[in-house]
């Protein structure tokens, strides 16, 4: 009955959305009506209101929705979608304020002379405006009102000209900022959670293991990930339309023929174009390059957009006035002070030190408060032309609680299609596929692509995402990426807005275009375009690197970029290292043989043999390394014969671990009907003969398992064992091959800082005599204070310490803190002894050879990878991994 109740579900929100029925209200409705139907059925037929619901009650699934909402969109770190508003507002106030029609004006006249010229000119405003409004209705309608009576006025193919126009409208979805992608981080951020707990159960039911390493774990994203994972991926798709759009133009020069420009190309023209480009190229730059940077959260990227859109429309909407720049040049100028006081002063309020810092304070409050009169005045502009702020709030609050009533209605609905057991279902039909993932990624992203047929990109983000992204991301053979599902899954959504019947899209062109224009013209003209979609998803697919490198490459080298010793970086840092040792090997291990050369017998023992074993390590690092990727290729070699048993197997046991939960759950309900003794029309024996059914499939999976399957498996993971040794024991080796010669560098570093404390040290001799025991006390704790900031200082401190317990007791053996103390200070003046000398004999050749292995047997122990590594290891990790042999 369960299925029978998921179809009314799924039917009820099918019939409700293409009646026209608000999405906002057809969601939670279509849920609410089939919960109260399940449960009133229920209570008729079987006396239990929740009999025909998978798990739980009606009760617990109604407020399930809410209940979610509420726990994900109200804590305090999931803010990702306060971005929401703030890029609605920036997009329809740069709509508003007539930017995009200057844009278009000028990019028409550049390109114009061009064959093909103004279609590449709406491709190109297409783009620029989606990254700085992403309103789609808004791009398509401006687009449609003033590019397409020229186009239509110059020849120009009625299909090419629609098609161009509705096309280029939506590169808002996927070219960032875009509330698409933001939608799409919230729900993968709840689904990657879901897809690891998936995968540590997983490894633990198949290995044994409660712990999944880390490296294993499922990458998440965040909504700044989002945009930079889209922006390649936006920029082959704006490629792809702008060379499909040449080549037609050529091949049949009569559907876009070039349109001469009937002015001139001067400075006055020159100045009309920079001006209408170079404002939005700047927003882009600031709202975008604030996150690639790492300057700014996504949020606080928002914040800036908005109040750079309308510092925008302050200055356009006033053209032609007197004084209708000064807003924008008082913004301008108070932005570079605040920036030139960023890079001269370190402006901390609450660090206020010295009289620089307090005119810093004050030109900063300054600058600030310019910025803050120029954003103002520029708001009482949009405020008092047209009434223009008033209507921008308005939309934006329209838009803005559209998209969050569709979160609530989603999530009811998603916890209606749980509550029935279509979540299970799902994931037994695409895990139970043949072909592995990319047969159930084909069928999902097909499935989405004739969704978009009918639907709107919230509605598939919202409903289908939490349902499918869980599944996907938890297989550990394809191993992909949170961003490259999402940016995968947002070019796919972008096909919703061309495709016919319900393309909202050719909706908003329909709308504004003349009656020449026949409607299906523009259904043929969106066609090309859908098709260049779909070759874009194929390309991203093939190259995930497109979307990973760049979110890679700005984590690596930003000033939070986690450090060389992290899991995930270990296999692309080891396969740089051996491709660098081969160049560099013969040199590095000339500087070792050196160093070893060195004289040190005269350094303490516990330093003197922790220095020869680093140089011991150091020589042998480079066999080792050898002996890890020789590991890792009996490992691959092996994988080959192994793989496609594991495959089958792990299928059959994945089975039968699934119809083991099914045959419990059944044992559950029958035990529950015998003791009430409730059996309605033989259910029990129904019931007892579907699970002598289902233990009977079991035995059949458990005995298909081959013969050879214990003893492959177990010399497989004697591969797995012998590679994760090899791999421990180099990084081992390495690790120990640098950290005693930066230590010792780093008191060698330090002995001048060791040596001008000698007078406060040897005072100490003569304080046991002419002091009491507590006062002598207080002035040794304030020469160990003194050698706190000395490296590797801690033995003298601790020898001082000594005297200072002594001095604490009640009645101090004044003889043996004497001892102590001469022992304390013969320790310092040996080790000020050893390291001036070390320093003078050892410091330049010490200082040479660490510098000569610090990036690379000594990668592990920096803070940070170096620029050039880091490039190399976001290169390597952009791609995916196939991690199932580990499972």
């Known amino acids: 009955m369960e299925l029978v109740f998921l179809a009314l579900l799924i039917l009820l929100m099918a019939a409700a959305l293409g009646s026209g029925f608000p999405v906002a209200f057809a969601l939670p409705g279509s849920a609410i009506v089939t919960i109260g139907l399940a449960a009133l059925t229920g209570y008729v037929f079987a006396g239990d209101a929740s009999a025909y619901f998978a798990q739980g009650g009606p009760m617990n699934w109604l407020s399930a929705g809410v209940t979610n909402f509420r726990g994900v969109y109200w804590e305090v770190e999931r803010d990702t979608l306060i971005a929401i508003p703030l890029f609605v ?15 278009l004006v000028s990019m028409a006249q550049l390109f114009g002379p061009v064959r093909g010229g103004l279609g590449i000119s709406v491709v190109f405003v297409g783009a620029l405006l989606a990254a700085t409004t992403g309103i789609v209705g808004a791009t398509v309608v401006a687009m449609g009102l003033i590019s397409l009576p020229a186009m239509l006025r110059n020849n120009y193919s009625h299909t090419l000209a629609t098609g161009t126009i509705a096309a280029s409208g939506t590169l808002g979805q996927i070219i960032p900022p875009s509330i698409v992608l933001i939608i799409l981080a919230d729900q993968l951020a709840s689904a990657v959670d879901q897809a690891g707990a998936v995968r540590k159960a997983l490894y633990k039911e198949t290995t044994g293991n409660f712990s999944l390493p880390s490296e294993f774990g499922v990458v998440s994203t965040s909504a700044g990930d989002m945009f930079m994972g889209a922006l390649v991926p936006g920029l082959v798709l704006v490629g792809l339309y702008m060379v499909y759009i040449l080549v037609v133009s050529f091949i049949r020069p009569k559907i876009a023929p070039s349109v001469p420009f009937e002015g001139k190309y001067d400075r006055k023209f020159i100045g009309r174009v920079v001006l209408s480009l170079f404002p939005p190229l700047t927003l882009i730059f600031v709202v975008l390059g604030s996150i690639i940077s790492g300057i700014a959260t996504v949020n606080q990227a928002g914040a800036i957009g908005a109040a750079g859109a309308m510092i925008m429309a302050g200055y356009r909407l006033y053209e032609g006035k007197k004084g209708a720049f000064r807003p924008a040049i008082l913004s301008v100028l108070s932005l570079v002070a605040i920036i030139f006081l960023l890079n001269i002063y370190d402006i901390n309020i609450k660090n206020i030190k010295t009289g620089d810092d307090v005119l810093a304070i004050v030109l900063a409050s300054l600058a600030v408060t310019a910025f803050l009169i120029a954003l103002l005045w520029s708001g009482w502009r949009t405020l008092k032309i047209d009434d223009t702020l008033r209507g921008v709030m308005i939309e934006t609050a329209k838009t803005t609680s559209l998209v969050f009533i569709i979160l609530l209605g989603a999530a009811m609905l998603t916890a209606a299609f749980r509550a029935f057991g279509g979540e299970e279902l799902v994931k037994e039909f695409l895990t139970g596929m043949p072909g592995g993932f990319w047969a159930q990624f084909a069928i999902v992203m097909a499935v989405i692509f004739v969704l978009g047929f009918f639907l709107d990109f919230i509605e598939i983000a919202v409903v289908v995402v939490p349902i499918v992204a869980p599944i996907l991301l938890m297989d550990p053979s394809a191993n992909v990426t949170a961003v490259w599902l999402g940016v995968m899954i947002g070019l796919n959504i972008q096909t919703s807005f061309l495709t016919p019947p319900f393309g909202f899209a050719l909706f908003y062109l329909r709308g504004v275009a003349p009656a020449i224009v026949k409607t299906i013209s523009m259904y043929k003209g969106v066609v090309p375009f859908i098709s260049l979609q779909l070759v874009a998803l194929v390309i991203v697919a093939i190259f995930p690197a497109l979307v990973n490198y760049v979110p890679n490459r700005v984590s690596l080298l930003s000033e939070t970029a986690p450090p060389p010793k992290n899991p995930r970086l270990q296999l692309c840092i080891e396969d740089y290292l051996s491709r660098e040792y081969a160049e560099t090997g013969d040199r590095i291990r000339s500087l070792v043989d050196d160093a070893k050369a060195w004289d040190i017998s005269y350094m303490p023992a516990k330093v003197r043999k922790s220095l020869e074993q680093s140089f011991v390590h150091a020589g042998n690092t480079f066999a080792k390394l050898d002996e890890a990727l020789a590991a890792t290729k009996a490992l691959e070699d092996g994988k080959k014969e192994y793989m496609p048993l594991h495959t089958a197997v792990r299928a059959s046991q994945s089975e039968a671990r699934r119809l083991k939960a099914e045959i419990k759950e059944l044992e559950t309900n029958l035990n529950r009907m015998k003791r009430q003794n409730a059996d309605a029309n033989g259910e029990i024996e129904r019931l007892g003969s579907h699970v002598t059914e289902l233990k009977g499939k079991v035995a059949a999976l458990e005995a298909s398992v081959p013969s050879n399957w214990k003893a492959d498996h177990a010399a497989f993971k004697k591969l797995l064992l012998a590679e994760k040794k090899a791999r421990t024991a180099y990084r081992r080796t390495s690790d120990q091959s ?91 003046e040996s080790e000020v002894t050893w390291r001036t000398r070390a320093k003078r004999e050892l410091l330049e050749n010490m200082q040479t050879y660490e510098k000569a292995i610090r990036h690379n047997l000594g990668l592990r122990a920096q803070r940070r990878l170096p620029r050039d590594i880091a490039l190399d290891v976001a290169a390597c990790n952009a791609g995916h991994r196939d991690i199932s042999h580990y499972f």
């Open 738 to 828: 640098y950290d005693p010669v930066a230590s010792v560098l780093d008191t060698l570093l330090a002995a001048d800082d060791l040596a001008a404390l000698g007078g406060s040290v040897q005072d100490l001799r003569g304080t046991l005599v002419s002091r009491s025991p507590k006062e002598a006390g207080e002035i040794i704790k304030g020469v160990e204070r003194e050698l706190s900031p000395v490296f590797s200082s801690s033995d003298i401190r601790s020898a001082l310490s000594k005297v200072r317990r002594e001095l604490r007791r009640k009645r101090p053996n004044m003889q043996k803190a004497g001892d102590l103390m001469t022992k304390a200070i013969d320790l310092y």
């Open 89 to 103: 507002f920036m997009g329809i106030m740069l709509q508003r304020s007539k930017i995009a029609e200057d844009l």
